[in-house]
């Protein structure tokens, strides 16, 4: 009696699955042309500045300092002068600035540039002989400001600094393993003398992605402003305020050695240990809005969901209608549903992601009413099967765009999907419904 039903149902079954596979290959699809568009960033980023990271700075004071030893052979005192460094971190740090964003195109793919013009102030207190033994016998060298910058192309114009109450040009190098690359400023000659010594200067800096800064300031505060509208804060050290709208954004900090423990993290990487170092910084990521490949994969996600769908609203009105649908036509409508995705994919590569969906939808809704209208047996129903198929498309819109209720909306629509199943069917006769034409005809 159920033998015609059941291999129907096993039909449908297998077309579905059948149908795993061109998703399939769109998923795979969107896996490269976003390598394509990673590629396409990284040549862009070749050419200008990678994401940046400013530490610093750090008073470095280079000496000779004289030991006496005795030698192997006999024992007798000699006198050895060593090369040694005394590094000092900020007292006070203060940076401000302001990160100018603009657009770079590599073919179809884009990404954002900014130039940040910082601000960089503060105050070193620097102890009587640098902190040495009285009894030390030392030469002072000659001291200098070193500044750690991540990519040192984006300096864009020569810095100066102020120290005290003279002036010195920037060089090239931080000189100082700890920062890695960046630059250095020589500073007068250091007396001996315990001071607190003002410093300041401004840096031009270009980059791309993100930017961030080690607060090596005993006490250290940071702010920042842009006209990007879309940061993503991150780091060890969220920003304690922060405003975000259609303007842009102004974030600032506040920390201090309490809270980062930067001035052992600093001496540790003296020592070679620096991943804790490193890791201490604060920032901003200035991420596009929407990805359109991360949403058109979620979307592909979602793709049995809507081939499930749709062949059960097919298959209801086959029984409820009695009108024989051809294993065929199922799969020429779930075909048409896995297109989707590809059009997705292809028209939110050159536009937005909201109007290509809204076109790609618009298209498959069209196609499937009119073939819908054909394979149901009437124009109003092939009107109502593309109203479904548009809630439908509406509802993964939803689920799309509520990455945080994903779970909960997807839930529901299942739930609903089954409620409405049951109400459906509920007076409906499945012997009547399995049994042969000619037996009813009898």
Not at 336 to 352: C, G, K, N, R, T
Request: glycine letters at 10%.
């Amino acid at each position: 009696m159920f033998k015609s039903l059941m291999w129907k149902l096993v039909a449908i079954g297998v077309l579905a699955l059948l149908l795993l596979i061109p998703l399939a290959m769109v998923d795979g699809l969107v896996g490269e042309r976003q390598n394509y568009r990673r590629q396409a960033i990284a040549s862009i980023a070749d050419g200008v500045a990678g994401s940046q990271t400013l530490a610093g700075p750090v008073w470095v004071l280079p000496y000779k300092r004289r030991y006496l030893e005795r030698t192997e052979q006999g024992g007798e005192l000699r006198e050895v002068w060593r090369d040694e460094q005394v590094r000092l971190l900020p007292d006070k740090l203060a940076v401000g600035g302001k990160l100018s964003t603009q657009t770079r195109q590599r073919g179809i793919y884009r990404t954002q540039v900014y130039r940040a013009d910082l601000t960089v102030g503060g105050s070193f207190v620097l102890p009587a002989r640098a902190g040495l033994p009285a009894d030390a016998d030392v030469r002072w060298g000659q001291p200098y400001l070193s500044v750690g910058i991540a990519d040192v192309r984006g300096i864009k114009q020569s810095p100066r600094t102020s120290w005290g109450a003279q002036t010195a040009a920037f060089e090239p190098g931080a000189r100082l393993k700890p920062l890695g690359d960046g630059i250095h400023a020589p500073l007068p000659a250091y007396d001996g003398q315990a001071a607190s010594v003002p410093f300041s200067f401004e840096l031009a800096l270009e980059g791309m992605d993100g930017f961030g800064l080690i607060p090596l300031g005993r006490d250290s505060e940071v702010g920042l402003r842009s006209d990007w509208q879309h940061p993503s804060f991150d780091g060890r050290f969220l920003p304690d305020r922060r405003q975000v709208d259609a303007k842009g954004f102004v974030a600032g900090w506040r920390t201090s050695w309490f809270s980062t423990n930067l001035n052992e993290l600093f001496g540790r990487c003296q020592a070679g240990e620096c991943d804790g170092f490193r890791a201490a910084a604060l920032g901003v990521r200035l991420i596009e809005p929407v990805d359109v490949y991360l949403q058109t994969d979620r979307a592909v996600k979602y793709g049995f969901l809507f081939v499930f769908l749709t062949f059960c609203a097919f298959f209801l009105t086959e029984v409820l209608k009695r009108v024989a649908i051809h294993p065929v036509q199922y799969g020429l409508v779930g075909l048409s549903l896995a297109v989707f995705f590809l059009l997705l994919l292809s028209f939110a590569e050159q536009w937005a992601f909201a109007p290509a969906y809204a076109l790609a939808a618009g298209a498959c809704v069209l196609q499937n009413g009119i073939y819908a209208g054909h394979a149901l047996g009437g124009h109003w129903r092939g009107l109502g099967f593309a109203a479904l198929l548009a809630a439908l498309y509406g509802l993964l819109y939803l689920l799309l765009r509520s990455e945080d209720h994903a779970l909960l909306l997807g839930s529901l629509l299942l739930f609903g999907v089954l409620t409405a199943v049951m109400m459906l069917t509920r007076k409906l006769d499945w012997y009547a419904v399995a049994r042969p034409q000619a037996e009813e005809r009898a």
